[in-house]
């Protein structure tokens, strides 16, 4: 395996990592990973001289730019969520921003018709192209993002002549839409193996505290694992229900809130709205307890748990909700886009 210096990858944090795969002289660079890299996750994220929001800033960095980290300082404040990075300059609050990495992936060679397979994004974000007679291959907006999960159903030569993946986007089925194979990991059906598959369903539970904003997970009475979580905000009809629910449907990977598509200047296809805006394609490991949409899932967008964040779902850490989608109830059918059934009860209070 060849990797690159800490330099020279920053130098190539400015290119988008759509580009990356257009560039030959990276096939070198399989599985190059480096930790101490987060991507700004909202519109901007500011550099405090000290790691204080009441510190002056200094700069400001914008969405999608990766930034190096060079060491994790523990402050007084946020209680909740103390945690900043230092980086160049100065101080930021980890909140909006999400550890990435960088790995290359060897390439499916064939998917067989009507088949489907589950691949997580393995780089800090790619932008996916759609193609059509009338306008040839167009790329789009925003990107998919490290840790999201998607459906690739089929393997074609995109714009670069290299071996891309056909997305199925369970909202935008319609309207196909590809990525480099090089930025999608395939997942190998044991990583999703069904949990302490000999428990009966009945002695698996979930309670979630709203006040604490914290997840456990029983079996009869033993606590077998406990999170933080970020629920909805209680503003604008965004809070999480309360109550007793069952976990009635799961998904490994889904679309959530408003279409990818719409059409921008020039032809460019962007999506109706960003990820502020709640378009989130590539959701993964969703479980819903309600019939109105609600659900645990992975979350690629923050790292801020324990305040709540949501529209109403339980945002989780990506593999914290990997752990419960294996765990809980209905079991996964590898290959099924959803598994339905009456599964593990879950009661949420304060």
């Not at 230092?86 to 499916?108: C, D, I, P, S």
């Not at 089925?173 to 059906?189: E, G, K």
């Amino acid at each position: 395996m060849k990797t690159l210096s800490r330099r020279d990858f920053l130098k190539l944090g400015g290119l988008s990592l759509g580009s990356l795969a257009f560039t030959p002289s990276l096939r070198n660079f399989m599985d190059f990973d480096d930790s101490n890299i987060v991507r700004v996750a909202t519109n901007s994220v500011s550099v405090y001289s000290k790691p204080s929001d009441q510190s002056s800033i200094v700069s400001t960095w914008f969405r999608d730019e990766l930034v190096h980290v060079y060491a994790e300082v523990i402050a007084e404040e946020p209680k909740q969520n103390p945690i900043w990075y230092r980086v160049w300059g100065g101080y930021m609050h980890r909140a909006r921003l999400q550890r990435v990495k960088t790995f290359f992936n060897e390439t499916v060679a064939v998917i067989p018709e009507g088949e489907q397979r589950l691949a997580e994004v393995t780089v800090p974000f790619s932008n996916p192209w759609r193609k059509s007679k009338a306008f040839g291959w167009e790329k789009m907006n925003p990107p998919i993002y490290f840790g999201s999960v998607h459906w690739i159903i089929e393997v074609e030569k995109g714009p670069d002549g290299e071996a891309w993946y056909r997305i199925f986007d369970d909202l935008d089925s319609n309207v196909p839409y590809y990525v480099p194979a090089i930025h999608m990991r395939p997942v190998a059906p044991e990583e999703i193996s069904p949990l302490s598959p000999d428990v009966p369903g009945e002695q698996k539970s979930i309670e979630v505290n709203l006040t604490t904003q914290v997840l456990t997970a029983y079996e009869g009475s033993k606590s077998v694992f406990r999170t933080k979580i970020s629920s909805g905000i209680p503003a604008n009809d965004f809070k999480t229900p309360t109550g007793d629910y069952y976990i009635h449907e799961k998904t490994a990977a889904k679309h959530m809130g408003y279409s990818y598509f719409g059409v921008g200047r020039g032809g460019v296809v962007n999506s109706f709205a960003d990820a502020d805006g709640y378009a989130l394609p590539g959701v993964p490991w969703t479980s819903f307890f309600t019939k109105a949409g609600h659900a645990f899932h992975g979350t690629y967008w923050h790292e801020n748990f324990g305040t709540p964040m949501s529209h109403g779902c339980i945002n989780m850490r990506t593999e914290d909700a990997k752990w419960l989608f294996r765990w809980a109830m209905p079991p996964h059918e590898p290959g099924r886009t959803f598994n339905r059934g009456y599964g593990t009860a879950v009661r949420i209070d304060y």
